[in-house]
């Protein structure tokens, strides 16, 4: 099959090299444009960039798709198929429209549940046992197209969004080479989403980073997997912010933010407690909670109180 492959981040480039593993044509890449990053700024191209320069594909990083230049170069590179991964950029209708086998979507849901922009961090914020990722033809819609097939798997119970990242990314490389076969011998079959069953979610925002200790043991533990990358999840002490990288569940009850216990570091909840197993304070480093407590020289839990 020729293909044009358009993706962004660490999320697409296993969809892309399994394309490329599987001996199809790939005759370009398009992707997001080469952005700054880090404290000195340094210009960084996307992974799907690096992943494409190392196999010898062309790459196209254009500003714009709504100006009539991409859909030029698309009809030069003639592609029977575009794949598209966590572009990061919306498609206009001439562009879905052109490949003689559609424009297929692999997203990180199962459709037509959590449409948009951070499904991954939503299906554990829910606290969902299963997820999964969908292969779907693109429309003008927000991930609303035609569903194509659909790979599942279970979350686990201290899973993180990272983890979980990694696994929808290979299920949605081994997919997509799945979809390009049936698409080969024309037994591609589709359905469509049901929109009474659909959901939307939003970017992730440095506003969603604050934990409420009111909240139950399960709401918390699964904001911290959830915002376990990005922005990370907060408490406070003494007004100062600590972000929470790992926790665990406790059967432990007590006041919210009260801590129950110093060995493993156990703070209560709304309903149930949180072990915290590393911790940020701010201004430093990452660290086990252990260093932590190690480091404020107490002795006893109840010198202690997280807000």
């Known amino acids: 099959m020729r293909i044009v492959f358009m993706g962004t981040p660490d999320f697409s480039v296993p969809c892309l090299q399994s394309l490329i593993d599987d001996?199809?044509?790939?005759?370009?890449?398009?992707?997001?444009?080469?952005?700054?990053?880090?404290?000195?700024?340094?210009?960084?191209?996307?992974?799907?960039?690096?992943?494409?320069?190392?196999?010898g594909i062309p790459v196209y990083q254009p500003t714009t798709l709504r100006d009539g230049a991409a859909l030029e170069i698309i009809k030069s590179l003639q592609p029977q198929m575009i794949v598209v991964t966590a572009y990061g950029k919306i498609l206009p209708k001439e562009i879905i429209d052109y490949p003689e086998y559609g424009c297929i979507n692999i997203h990180a849901s199962l459709l037509p549940e959590y449409r948009g922009a951070a499904p991954i961090?939503?299906?554990?914020?829910?606290?969902?046992?299963?997820?999964?990722?969908?292969?779907?033809?693109?429309?003008?819609?927000?991930?609303?197209?035609?569903?194509?097939?659909k790979t599942e798997l279970p979350i686990g119970e201290n899973e993180t969004a990272d983890e979980l990242h990694d696994r929808l990314s290979a299920a949605g490389a081994e997919l997509i080479v799945r979809v390009v076969h049936a698409a080969q011998s024309g037994t591609l079959t589709r359905t469509p989403q049901d929109d009474s069953k659909s959901s939307y979610v939003k970017m992730l925002t440095k506003d969603m980073s604050e934990i409420d200790l009111k909240s139950s043991a399960h709401e918390v533990h699964n904001k911290v997997r959830a915002l376990s990358s990005w922005p990370g999840a907060v408490i406070r002490l003494n007004g100062k912010k600590i972000k929470?990288?790992?926790?665990?569940?406790?059967?432990?009850?007590?006041?919210?933010?009260?801590?129950?216990s110093l060995d493993p570091l156990t703070v209560a909840c709304g309903q149930g407690a949180v072990i915290i197993l590393e911790l940020q304070p701010e201004g430093k480093k990452r660290m086990d909670s252990k260093a932590f407590i190690n480091g404020l020289h107490i002795s006893s839990a109840d010198e202690l109180k997280f807000d």
Not at 44 to 54: F, L
Not at 125 to 142: F, I, Q, S
Not at 244 to 260: A, C, I, N, R
């Open 23 to 55: 001996k199809n044509e790939i005759a370009a890449v398009f992707t997001q444009p080469d952005k700054p990053k880090g404290r000195k700024m340094i210009l960084t191209p996307p992974p799907v960039k690096v992943c494409a320069e190392k196999n």
């Open 121 to 149: 961090q939503q299906a554990i914020l829910d606290g969902k046992t299963r997820t999964g990722v969908t292969a779907m033809y693109m429309d003008e819609g927000l991930d609303t197209g035609d569903m194509l097939m």
């Open 244 to 260: 929470l990288h790992s926790t665990l569940l406790s059967d432990k009850h007590g006041q919210p933010g009260s801590v129950l």
